[in-house]
Antibody, heavy 121, light 108 residues
């Protein structure tokens, strides 16, 4: 059974930092690109970033470039999102997601349970 | 950025009825469109990719079609578990993947 278990959500002050983690099981983690997507309360889903299966390439939405870093450790089947210089508009549920294929299809095949990040003073 | 709009915002139907949901793109996304289902308190689930391909385990009552800017998701005969929010998503504008605002399918 495919599982993505997330952790790391918290309340943080504007300008602060936070690291989200996601551990995969039930599938060959290093065979798939991985994504983070967020959903602010009452808003539509927003794609945040993507990392290739081997961790060598990453892509970001403009609003997080230079502030967020996606990374992975295939030996641990883990995905990370380092979030720096957080803003109130980053408040959202963050989802860790397995891509449909190894080849970065952009289709979001299996979603973690989500973790809430609240940026507030 | 490709903007996706969905209609209707809310669709009220009964079990056994047919549901037709629409997604329109601000510019052509070819056939690179997906549909997701999200139930309250749950994470979204991939239903359809590349316009009309059902994801693993998705029942045959879910079908979809379209190309370019206009897409449709059809649920042929609603089951009680189908009442949820449905989102479309495009991956043509790589890697600026975008989602629609969702259609809430609720019980009449």
């Amino acid at each position: 059974e495919v599982q993505l278990v997330q952790s790391g959500g918290a309340v943080v002050q504007p300008g602060g930092s936070l690291r989200l983690s996601c551990t995969g099981s039930g599938f060959p983690f290093d065979d798939y690109a991985m994504h983070w997507v967020r959903q602010a309360p009452g808003k539509r889903l927003e794609w945040v970033c993507l990392i290739s299966w081997d961790g060598r390439r990453a892509w970001y939405t403009d609003s997080v470039k230079g502030r967020f870093t996606i990374s992975r450790d295939n030996s641990d089947a883990s995905l990370y999102l380092q979030m720096n210089s957080l803003r109130t508009e980053d408040t959202a549920f963050y989802y860790c997601i397995k891509d449909l294929r190894k080849s970065n299809t952009g289709y979001l095949d299996f979603w973690g349970q989500g973790t809430l990040v609240t940026v507030s003073s | 950025e490709v903007v996706l709009t969905q209609s209707p915002a809310t669709l009220s139907l009964s079990p056994g009825e047919r549901a037709t949901l629409s997604c329109r793109a601000s510019q052509s996304v070819s056939t690179y469109l997906a549909w997701y289902q999200q139930k309250p308190g749950q994470s979204p689930r991939l239903l359809i990719y590349d316009t009309s391909n059902r994801a693993t385990g998705i029942p045959a009552r879910f079908s979809a079609s379209g190309s370019g800017t206009d897409f449709t998701l059809t649920i042929s005969s609603l089951e009680p578990e189908d009442f949820a929010v449905y989102y479309c998503q495009q991956r043509n504008d790589w890697p600026l993947f975008t989602f629609g605002p969702g259609t809430k399918l609720d019980l009449k």
